[in-house]
């Protein structure tokens, strides 16, 4: 594999990296690592390791990270669909370990596409944990949702809105903000060789402005002590270091928290509680830098934010009694979750969540179903956010079962001739989807848009 690398970036890192400099060069002539984390919201290490056929070898970066050495396209695995697994650059999920995930925290994802952090950040939260994930651009934000869905997270929101916009309404909420900014991508050569092409120093300097202006909103959203953890995949000093001198000569009351906790990387440019990832690292290039605030916000926005705000008609009261009927005939819990309803569609609410008054949320917490002429169609993400003990009619397959591959291409299958109404659909106990079941046959309900092709 030949890389042709642009030379005034060589010259900078041989700057940088004097005698490790030829070590750096030779890793460009080597495949790029690849990598998955188990979604401990679904599977344990010890399952996935027992169902999937490929080798996983530990990743210093995350404690449910692998190493995979297979060429397969593990993105057609029945147990990827399931959402057991998301499949990730290795050291891409450092940052999240720099965060220190409690599983009460409130988190903001403030730059979250296409998901990986934010994935891993709620499989670290548990049930009481909140996730606020955010995209600017709404096609990346949309992919993110799926995501979202795919590796079942409950509470969540999803927004699509400039940090400029999004981070004024949400004073001193948050106990930990991960700002993983765009950048230049110069860490990401080795594996997209198309950021190569639009590379520039120039461009490297206009993304140290868009960068800056990113943390000046998201400071405004930390509590006092709270962490907020800058990365980016670049090696460009201008993307990292001065990204962080500028905010902290800028903002008094943040401080620089020493990183050497982290079992991997090395210390930053001039920045010793810093940490820098090189490909000589076992992954590919990252920055990672962990801010405390000392001071108080402004403003505080209320912890919990429930929908008794909203006045409930007799139409809505009406739709919500339909709602908690489904439910009752797909889930085997007694007690109901909150419902909201939103023009067409009926929302399960997160166990908290903090007011905003904006447009931009794409997602709040999990769609219930949507209302259709007199009937509640349940949605997928109702089923992917369910565990298996908690619905009445499953179908349980393992992901070699045909039966499988058919109902990823959109197929009917088999069901048992007792199992009548809404149906879930599992892998190894892991939900997939659903499907109506009548007469022994489950009719598919698994979006068109996830299926696979032929």
Same mark, same amino acid.
């Given at each position: ?34 990598? *998955? ?190 962490? *907020? ?26 401080? *620089? ?184 046959? *489950? ?12």
């Amino acid at each position: 594999m030949e890389i042709n690398l642009p030379y005034t970036f060589l010259k900078r890192m041989e700057n940088i990296l004097k005698d490790e400099y030829e070590s750096f060069l030779r890793c460009y002539n080597e495949k790029p690592l690849k990598g *998955l984390r188990v979604n401990t919201i679904k599977c344990s290490v010890e399952k996935l390791k027992l169902l999937l056929d490929t080798e996983l070898r530990p990743s210093p970066f995350s404690d449910v990270g692998f190493y995979i050495e297979s060429d397969e396209k593990l993105g057609n695995n029945p147990l990827h669909h399931c959402g057991a697994f998301y499949i990730q650059e290795p050291s891409a999920s450092g940052a999240v370990k720099a965060l220190k995930i409690e599983p009460d925290d409130k988190v903001l994802d403030l730059c979250a596409a296409p998901g990986g952090k934010s994935t891993q950040i709620a499989a670290l939260l548990g049930e009481k944990g909140f996730l606020w994930s955010n995209e600017i651009i709404k096609s990346r934000a949309n992919i993110l949702l799926s995501n979202i869905e795919r590796m079942g997270i409950k509470n969540c929101v999803v927004s699509s809105l400039s940090p400029e916009k999004l981070c004024p309404e949400l004073g001193g909420y948050f106990d930990k903000i991960l700002v993983d900014a765009p950048c230049s991508g110069e860490g990401m050569f080795r594996k997209d060789t198309q950021a190569i092409s639009q590379w520039s120093e120039e461009h490297t300097k206009s993304c140290m402005e868009r960068q800056l202006q990113i943390l000046r909103s998201a400071r405004d959203c930390l509590k006092k002590g709270g962490i *907020l953890v800058y990365s980016t995949c670049t090696f460009s000093k201008y993307e990292n270091e001065d990204v962080i001198d500028t905010f902290l000569t800028e903002n008094s009351d943040f401080e *620089l928290c020493d990183c050497g906790f982290l079992e991997f990387g090395r210390e930053g440019i001039d920045m010793p509680f810093a940490r820098r990832i090189y490909p000589m690292d076992a992954g590919e290039g990252h920055f990672i830098a962990r801010l405390r605030r000392n001071s108080e916000p402004e403003e505080y926005t209320p912890d919990d934010y429930r929908n008794s705000t909203v006045k409930e008609n007799r139409e809505t009261k009406e739709i919500i009694k339909k709602a908690k009927e489904l439910y009752s005939e797909i889930f085997s819990k007694e007690d109901y979750p909150d419902f909201t309803v939103v023009n067409d569609k009926i929302m399960i609410n997160p166990v908290c969540s903090p007011v905003f008054g904006g447009k931009g949320i794409v997602r709040k917490g999990i769609l219930f179903g949507e209302i259709r002429k007199n009937r509640i169609e349940p949605s997928h993400q109702l089923f992917t956010c369910a565990k298996k003990s908690e619905l009445r009619n499953v179908i349980d397959l393992d992901y070699r079962d045909n039966r499988i591959n058919t109902y990823l291409l959109g197929g009917e299958i088999e069901a048992e001739n007792g199992i009548k109404g809404y149906t879930a659909v599992c892998v190894n106990g892991m939900t997939l989807g659903f499907g109506k079941a009548s007469g022994g046959i *489950l009719k598919n309900k698994y979006p068109k848009g996830l299926r696979k092709v032929k």
